[in-house]
């Protein structure tokens, strides 16, 4: 159970280790330009057009691949590369990049969706301070748990669309 006392302490933690001017949120911080955050985001975004670029019409429209269809896709960009994104981004993301290149361009006969998630790449990547090394090569453990805080939030938005529609 959560007391006064410890929320008081899980705060003054967080203040004290959070970039001043960042808004701390329990829910999707779309406004963050935190660059752990935002590649946080930016990996989940980056899983999501995987899991579109392996989907196959079973005939009521698109669905994902069963294990036993999977085309050469053995594991996911979160199976194998989610800890060293969180760890080393700037050896990570670039590969994570010409990846999902390749994995739009099997989605041409799906255009809206394409765009879509172009879009969100993009937006991402702009959010992303250009000073020094705009990906930063390692980070600290305070920035790895800002990288998995913004990947859940992207990822719980993700599934939050799938269940109003």
């Keep these: 159970k959560i007391t006064a006392e410890k929320a008081a ?27 752990a955050y935002v590649l946080g985001r930016l990996f989940s975004v980056l899983e999501q057009i995987q899991e579109k670029a392996h989907e196959k019409d079973n005939g009521r429209g698109k669905v994902p691949d069963s294990e036993k269809n999977r085309k050469g896709i053995n594991s996911t960009i979160k199976d194998r590369f989610f800890n060293s994104a969180a760890a ?38 702009g959010k ?32 939050a669309k799938k269940e109003e529609k």
């Design 9 to 35: 302490i899980i705060k003054a933690c967080l203040l004290k280790n959070f970039p001043k001017g960042e808004t701390i949120t329990v829910a999707l911080n779309e406004e963050s330009t935190n660059t």
């Design 88 to 125: 080393t981004p700037g050896w990570v993301f670039p590969i994570l990049l010409k990846m999902a290149n390749h994995h739009l361009r099997k989605l041409n006969d799906r255009k809206g969706l394409k765009i879509e998630l172009e879009k969100m790449v993009t937006e991402l990547e």
């Design 128 to 159: 992303i301070e250009m000073n020094g090394q705009p990906i930063p090569a390692r980070m600290n453990l305070t920035d790895q748990g800002l990288f998995i805080l913004g990947y859940y939030h992207q990822t719980q938005k993700r599934y």
